[in-house]
T-cell receptor
Framework: AQSVTQLDSHVSVSEGTPVLLRCNYSSSYSPSLFWYVQHPNKGLQLLLKYTSAATLVKGINGFEAEFKKSETSFHLTKPSAHMSDAAEYFCVVSHGNNRLAFGKGNQVVVIP | DTGVSQNPRHKITKRGQNVTFRCDPISEHNRLYWYRQTLGQGPEFLTYFQNEAQLEKSRLLSDRFSAERPKGSFSTLEIQRTEQGDSAMYLC????????????FGPGTRLLVL
């Protein structure tokens, strides 16, 4: 079975400060990992994906994530938060079995 | 590339009524997925199609739910005899075959059952 754990359902950051969203996964095999973002009244948008190539993955809007197999983690970071980053973020795992398993999400609030 | 589209965007219905949602995937994407997202939760997999064949169904998909993709293009998801517990956002995604498939999501259909 595959699962994803995202702690801190709500995260508040000040504009201009770093963002860190933690994700840990459980997997029996080498997974594919994704981060999606969901803005209000908009569809899920892919931020980045890990595909067993480089362990540091760069995504859109300045986000990046690092795959650490020893820690079974795939944390998402951004050096400097922007007001437009306020949204819900989902860590997602796939074993290539065509179904994605989503974490419960992190609701990010950016404080001006 | 116009993205995945879903209609309607919102649906309010009374308990016991039937509802049908439509999803139009990105053209030339042969795989199509349905997910359900309830408040405060991440999306949960319901079912998936490769072309017109429904290849996998989740245990979440009770016998009141039926999905079709008759010509391998658009798909419909029907819920019969709706219950209040069916209130959720229903998301559709599509993907092209590849080593690591990326699923592209539509905006969803928000269902409220009164």
């Amino acid at each position: 079975a595959q699962s994803v754990t995202q702690l801190d359902s709500h995260v508040s950051v000040s504009e201009g400060t770093p963002v860190l969203l933690r994700c840990n996964y459980s997997s029996s095999y080498s997974p594919s990992l994704f981060w999606y973002v969901q803005h209000p009244n908009k569809g899920l948008q892919l931020l980045l994906k890990y595909t067993s190539a480089a362990t540091l993955v760069k995504g859109i809007n300045g986000f990046e994530a690092e795959f650490k197999k020893s820690e079974t983690s795939f944390h998402l970071t951004k050096p400097s938060a922007h007001m437009s980053d306020a949204a819900e973020y989902f860590c997602v795992v796939s074993h290539g079995n065509n179904r994605l398993a989503f974490g419960k999400g992190n609701q990010v609030v950016v404080i001006p | 590339d116009t993205g995945v589209s879903q209609n309607p965007r919102h649906k309010i219905t009374k308990r016991g009524q039937n509802v049908t949602f439509r999803c139009d995937p990105i053209s030339e994407h042969n795989r199509l997925y349905w997910y359900r997202q309830t408040l405060g939760q991440g999306p949960e997999f319901l079912t998936y199609f490769q072309n017109e064949a429904q290849l996998e169904k989740s245990r979440l998909l009770s016998d009141r739910f039926s999905a079709e993709r008759p010509k391998g293009s658009f798909s419909t998801l029907e819920i019969q005899r709706t219950e209040q517990g069916d209130s959720a956002m229903y998301l559709c995604a599509s993907s092209a075959p590849g080593l690591v498939e990326t699923q592209y999501f539509g905006p969803g259909t928000r269902l409220l059952v009164l």
